[in-house]
């Protein structure tokens, strides 16, 4: 065999290697969505996910490090399309007022659409953060469900870019304003099944420009109302 067909030899097990990665992978993914979705963060194991999977447990692990890296994963592309929404936005020079309105309401649409992996993210976080320092999360930290899902960046460019402008009020700062209303819309998802996802909308956007710019509540009693 000659050096030129070892090395195609070489290539395509080195490429049939990675797709069998990439499918044991996604397997995981959609493994952990589903258990995730329906059995919520307590009652689901990792062991649960590997055989929904068909996988080994160490191939689970051998994947990712633990239900906090899974649940961040599963639930990272979701927060993404937000993001990516809301930059594009910042970039096209839409109004700032416009565009965090429709990305609150978008956040708030998206959490209670997937209320089981919301919850399952929300009992993620604090039982990840529960065993480490308080403060922020660590950015270089790759278990993190903070990190692999960081629900507020969907609204701090936003928020950052008109207090820059002296559009909306310097304090509370950005990266508060945003934890803030990440919390309260995936407390809400968690604790009220049943109510409306435009009812949390509206009290998530008058909490946001109550501390923003409190003069746009007094144009109208419920100004962001959708009824």
């Known amino acids: 065999m000659s050096a030129a067909d070892g090395g195609r030899s070489g290539d395509a097990r080195a490429r049939a290697a990675q797709t069998k990665r990439d499918r044991t992978r ?3 993914l959609d493994a952990a969505d589903a258990n995730f979705g329906t059995r919520g963060w307590a009652r689901t194991r990792m062991e649960d996910i590997a055989a929904t999977a068909e996988v080994s447990p160490a191939t689970a692990y051998n994947h990712f490090a633990s239900k906090h890296t899974l649940i961040g994963h599963v639930y990272k592309p979701l927060v ?3 993001v990516a929404q809301a930059d594009q936005d910042r970039a096209d020079g839409r109004p700032l007022a ?6 609150v309401s ?3 649409r998206m959490a209670f659409r997937n209320r089981g992996l919301t919850a399952a993210l929300w009992f993620a976080i604090n039982d990840y953060a529960g065993g480490r320092p308080s403060g922020p999360s660590d950015p270089g930290d790759p278990d993190d469900p903070r990190v692999l899902a960081p629900i507020p960046d ?3 460019g936003l928020i ?4 820059e402008s002296g559009e909306y009020r310097r304090y509370p700062e950005a990266a508060e304003v945003a934890a803030l209303a990440a919390n309260m819309v995936m407390i809400r ?3 009220r099944p049943h109510e409306p996802p435009e009812h949390a909308a509206e009290l998530l956007l008058t909490v946001i420009f109550g501390l923003l710019k409190p003069e746009l509540l007094q144009d109208a009693e419920r ?4 009824a």
């Open 189 to 191: 998802s968690v604790n």
């Open 223 to 226: 100004p962001f109302s959708r």
């Open 80 to 82: 993404a399309a937000l």
């Open 26 to 28: 996604r397997a995981l």
């Open 98 to 103: 416009d565009a965090l309105k429709d990305q």
């Open 106 to 108: 978008a956040l708030t």
């Open 160 to 163: 950052a870019d008109g207090q």
């Open 154 to 156: 969907t609204m701090v």
